[in-house]
């Protein structure tokens, strides 16, 4: 290869790359710039207040609620969604009548927008006439307040959240189950592993990289959920639906303090980034 053929993969990333710095990068210089200032009455327009916003959230009760919220949601929502993924997954690997048709349908929650999503599911939990409701009659069970009371309305939210997300997660795993030697496993049966020791000491093992990547995404997807929350409860009732995407958003327009809305992004960006390092850290102690 000479010396300009060296480059060429290089020229074929650059609209990806230019896509990333447009899109990426620069929103999040702006944003920690937007962090460091502040709006003035007394000079007017735009002040640099350096970490004074910083202060201000790390010392506002509002924000800690939100991030209980948003560390409750977490823990809930992360193992029902993965271990719903895997378990689909393992059903969409086996060999069984009609799951040509499964495999064509489960991704369909993929294809299908969060603010479409969202709209859809709200019917479906609206307390006076939505469908979950009606069905709930049906069987004798009196109406439930799904949105409008604190202690459904975060469930909802996770349902909601599960019908979107797990879909995707089933692919993942499905394509790293797809990835096992069969020779391995049909070893195993050989040496006398019924279906649970296969599954437990021969493919859980061989699947940690996937369940890791699947682990650490997914945490951070839910992390970021937003729309359902706008669109649904506000945050409510009573702050128990508001996790902290919506809490920054409410501060930056609804309040108008960008500052301190871009200090809370700030905050998030360096938290992703940190769950981040700990993929990256798990994935080398496999490798």
């Keep these: 290869m000479t010396g300009r053929e060296r480059y060429i993969p290089y020229l074929f990333l650059l609209p990806a790359l230019a896509l990333i710095i447009i899109f990426n990068l620069f929103p999040t210089i702006a944003t ?24 201000r959230v790390l010392n ?82 009196e109406r439930q307040p799904f949105l409008i009371s604190p202690s459904h309305a975060l469930w909802s939210i996770i349902i909601l959240a599960t019908w979107k997300g797990v879909p995707l997660w089933t692919l993942f795993f499905l394509a790293g189950l797809q990835g096992i030697p069969q020779t391995v496993l049909e070893a195993a049966r050989i040496d006398g592993a019924g279906r649970w020791q296969s599954f437990r000491f021969v493919t859980l093992p061989l699947l940690r990289g996937v369940l890791l990547f699947v682990l650490v995404a997914d945490t951070v997807a839910n992390f970021l959920l937003f729309a359902p929350v706008l669109l649904l409860t506000r945050g409510g009732p009573q702050l128990s639906t508001n996790l902290v995407m919506y809490e920054t958003y409410r501060r930056g327009f609804v309040y108008g303090d960008l500052g301190v809305s871009s200090a809370m992004l700030s905050l998030m960006l360096l938290l992703v980034f940190a769950v981040i390092g700990v993929q990256f850290t798990l994935l080398r102690r496999r490798a």
Aim: hydrophobic share 55%.
């Design 32 to 55: 920690l710039i937007e962090s460091l200032h502040g709006n003035s009455l007394v000079r007017g327009g735009r002040v640099f207040v350096g970490l004074g916003n910083f202060n």
């Design 60 to 141: 506002d009760p509002v924000f800690w609620k939100s991030m209980q919220v948003t560390g409750l949601f977490s823990i809930l929502v992360n193992p029902i969604q993965v271990a719903l993924a895997l378990g689909l997954a393992l059903l969409a690997n086996s060999k069984v009548r009609g799951i040509t048709v499964f495999r064509s349908i489960y991704l369909l929650p993929v294809a299908v927008s969060i603010n479409v999503t969202t709209v859809v599911w709200g019917l479906m939990l609206n307390s006076e006439g939505g469908l979950i409701n009606g069905i709930l009659n049906l069987v004798g069970i």
